[in-house]
């Protein structure tokens, strides 16, 4: 099956550009990776667990405010359902509010666009019809930053992205980077 490339360069080119630019900038930027699980699904399409992974970027992150930006792409565990999405791209990006110390809990709230891929099975095996939605949305999430000496950080958290037409995904993970 064909994945959806052209998404995932459209958005993935602009947040590696922001990626360099802010190593490049050096100061108060986090940048890092995710790892997660979580479930995702559409109103005519069953819920699906997956596993994720991606890159973040937070931006002005030694304040009480900052600019978090981030792409994450899903995939499902398991693939035992009739009708099920067998694939999620997203990228998210929005205000970060959090605390100063080095365990810092924070909010995340902003804008998201998705493109899910997915699959309809009525038959004996072979699939009944496909298709691809991209859709605009909502991320939110919140979770704490662990600073690790003075320049890595471990951060558990959890997400929540809801999107035009009933997509929705949820899920948990942790992001790992390094601070400049």
Known sequence: MQRPLRFSLLFLCPLVSLLLAASACGQNVELGATVGFGAAGAGDLSATPFVSFGAELCALCRGRF???VEY??????????????????????????????????????????????????MGFGAPSATGRHTNPGFVLGGG??????????????LRVIVARGYHYAAGGGAGFGITF
């Open 144 to 157: 704490a930053a662990i600073h690790i000496g003075g320049r890595f950080y471990v951060r558990p958290q």
């Open 66 to 68: 900052a600019i978090f």
């Open 72 to 121: 994450n792409h899903w995939e499902p565990s398991s693939t035992d359902f009739s009708r099920t999405i067998t694939s999620l791209n997203v990228f998210g990006a929005g205000l970060r509010i959090q605390g100063g110390k080095r365990v810092r809990p924070f909010f995340d709230a902003g804008f998201a666009a998705a493109t899910d891929s997915y699959t309809y099975y």
